[in-house]
């Protein structure tokens, strides 16, 4: 399980996070909605160590991460596919998956694994010597998803994965999230798509301001009068 709590970090004197705290239970997806500015990435980007905490707790099944490297974090089984994808567009397909396993070593397990991502996402082996820039969008975040899911994560997080992608697309993106968690790994979701991200979710919390002003279940947040009209508008 991921336990964050009381977390604070600012930004060159700006506050982003007043004292955040969640649970990402082990299985479960979990998803974390709100406006632009709330946040919600620099939840994310404060877990992996990309930013510093300047207060608070995030603990890893019992396990302090404040303060431990990337590779660490990684390590200890945490993955991440960022906003705006950035794929390496200059590398294959291939390649940028077999980045995704950089910290391992057990050639025979990675080369499965690229398998596995290939029954995820078939596209990919039609595409595997393509260079990853020549992608179409919804093809790059699949390609961001498996990179991700090259280093074997117990906790899979996921930024904003169906931004800019058409409507088709994003159900398939949100398609392959579900099978994700079936096979075990942990999800947490930030997305602006708030109708198809309490739909997937078990668990759902509203980040505003940096701070988290509601949670509950993804269904009771998609029914909630207060969420229909902030991120669903009034039909939902």
Same mark, same amino acid.
Request: a neutral charge; charged letters at 20%; zero cysteines.
């Given at each position: 399980? #991921? ?16 004292? +955040?705290?969640?649970?990402?239970? *082990? ?22 160590? @990309? ?13 302090? #991460? ?26 294959? +397909? @291939? !390649? ?23 029954? #995820? ?27 991700? @899911? ?7 997080? #996921? ?19 579900? $099978? ?21 979710? *078990?668990?759902?919390?509203?980040? !505003? ?10 269904? $009771?947040?998609?029914?909630? $009068?207060?969420?229909? $009209? ?7």
């Amino acid at each position: 399980m #991921l336990k964050i709590e009381n977390l604070h970090v600012s930004y060159g004197g700006i506050q982003a996070l007043r004292g +955040v705290s969640l649970e990402v239970p *082990d299985g479960k997806i979990v998803t974390l909605i709100g406006a632009n500015g709330a946040g919600k990435s620099t939840t994310l980007r404060t877990i992996t160590g @990309l930013v510093k905490a300047s207060s608070g707790s995030i603990q890893w099944n019992g396990e302090e #991460l404040l303060g431990k490297s990337i590779d660490k974090i990684v390590g200890a089984g945490i993955a991440m596919s960022p906003e705006g994808r950035r794929v390496f567009a200059d590398m294959s +397909v @291939l !390649e940028n998956l077999r980045i995704g396993a950089y910290l391992r070593g057990d050639k025979a397990e990675i080369e499965k694994d690229v398998q596995w991502v290939y029954s #995820l996402f078939p596209r990919l082996e039609e595409r595997s010597w393509q260079l990853a820039g020549t992608l179409s969008g919804g093809e790059q975040q699949m390609l961001a998803v498996g990179r991700a @899911l090259m280093s074997r994560p117990k906790l899979m997080m #996921l930024d904003e994965p169906s931004l800019g992608l058409a409507p088709l697309v994003v159900q398939d993106i949100f398609s392959i999230i579900g $099978e994700i968690n079936r096979q075990g790994v942990t999800v947490l979701l930030i997305e602006q798509n708030a109708n198809m991200a309490l739909k997937i979710a *078990d668990l759902a919390y509203v980040l !505003e301001t940096g701070n988290i002003t509601m949670s509950g279940t993804g269904a $009771e947040l998609l029914a909630n $009068e207060k969420v229909r $009209e902030a991120y669903l508008g009034r039909n939902g």
